[in-house]
């Protein structure tokens, strides 16, 4: 495969050994979404691609897999955006500013963005899928002359979930990027598009099928419907990336949990490319 990250086989120590990293800010993002600016304590920059994660561990509470949602053209700190669900995340959201915590990675498999270069983009993010996405709508705004037509399409199920809404409001604002934003269920003050993410494909101008690389992010039920859309404006299957979650523990290809048919999801994933992705029916269920 052709995504950005470690190679299987390869053993730097970071792939096993938590090294220690301060908490520099914390923004309380949603009731739910809290974004923690991280550096380690070596000053040393993370060197990941768009699309890897790191795991992230809370000394005698233990570590989850967490999205890098910071490009790596902003090399001084890193950012990742935690959704609180249980017993890891809860204690991570209880954390300070100069808190220490633990950073194993960059690790898995992300976005090959030299193959998107020169080609027009087209991402569609849904929930919290949004974190994962942010690292890679960084990169091609900080890198825009590089990329064709950028259209960015991003669905919540209520306002209250949209995560990042400062940059929101930049990107509507933006000629550097094509942004159309909807949520599932409006509330009172919403003046913006409702229904779900497919429903703004209505606001893309034609696309160019064999110039258009396509990046899918969200809950698999989004996926399949967005897909479909991909596929009937006659994008190529090789030409949609897509971000795989499944459960994980270890994240380098030792315990098993993350496995579908023969593929460990945390080292050749978590971004595949659709064809690859159809091949490991299971995954798409
Ligand atoms: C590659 C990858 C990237 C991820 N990126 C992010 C991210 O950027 N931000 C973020 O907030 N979360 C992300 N997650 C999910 C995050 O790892 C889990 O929410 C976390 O491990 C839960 O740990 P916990 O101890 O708080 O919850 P637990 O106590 O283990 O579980 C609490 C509840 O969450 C459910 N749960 C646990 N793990 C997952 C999971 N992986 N997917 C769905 N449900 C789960 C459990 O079934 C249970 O209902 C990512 C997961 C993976 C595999
Ligand atoms: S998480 Fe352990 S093998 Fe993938």
Request: hydrophobic share 40%; glycine share 10%; proline share 6%.
């Amino acid at each position: 495969m052709t995504m950005m990250g470690v190679t299987p086989g390869e053993s730097p120590a970071s792939l096993y050994l938590p090294e220690e990293a301060h908490i520099v800010r914390i923004e309380e993002l949603t009731d739910m979404e809290k974004l923690f600016e991280i550096k380690f304590a070596d000053g040393r920059a993370l060197g990941h691609h768009p699309g890897q994660f790191v795991q992230f561990s809370v000394l005698g509470v233990g570590e989850c897999p967490i999205s890098i949602c910071s490009s790596p053209t902003r090399p001084e700190s890193f950012e990742l955006c935690i959704r609180r669900v249980g017993e890891v995340t809860s204690h991570i959201h209880q954390l300070q500013v100069d808190d220490s915590i633990g950073i194993r990675g960059p690790l898995g498999h992300g976005f090959d963005v030299d193959e998107m270069h020169g080609k027009d983009v087209l991402i569609v993010a849904g929930g919290l899928g949004m974190a994962p996405a942010r690292s890679l709508i960084q990169y091609i705004m900080d890198e825009r002359q590089r990329f064709g037509e950028f259209h960015l399409l991003y669905g919540a199920r209520e306002p209250k979930e949209l995560l990042f809404r400062d940059e929101l409001a930049l990107w509507r604002k933006s000629d550097d990027v094509n942004f159309h934003v909807t949520v599932d269920r409006p509330d009172e003050q919403w003046r913006g598009k409702s229904g779900v993410v497919t429903t703004l494909f209505r606001e893309l101008p034609k696309l160019d099928p064999a110039e258009t690389m396509v990046v899918i992010i969200g809950p698999p039920i989004m996926f399949k419907f967005v897909v479909l859309e991909v596929l009937s404006r006659r994008v190529p299957q090789k030409s949609i990336y897509c971000s795989l979650e499944r459960r994980m523990k270890c994240g380098v290809g030792k315990c098993g949990h993350c496995q579908v048919n023969n593929v460990y999801v945390c080292q050749e994933g978590p971004v595949f490319k659709y064809g690859d992705l159809k091949a490991m029916r299971e995954a798409l269920e």
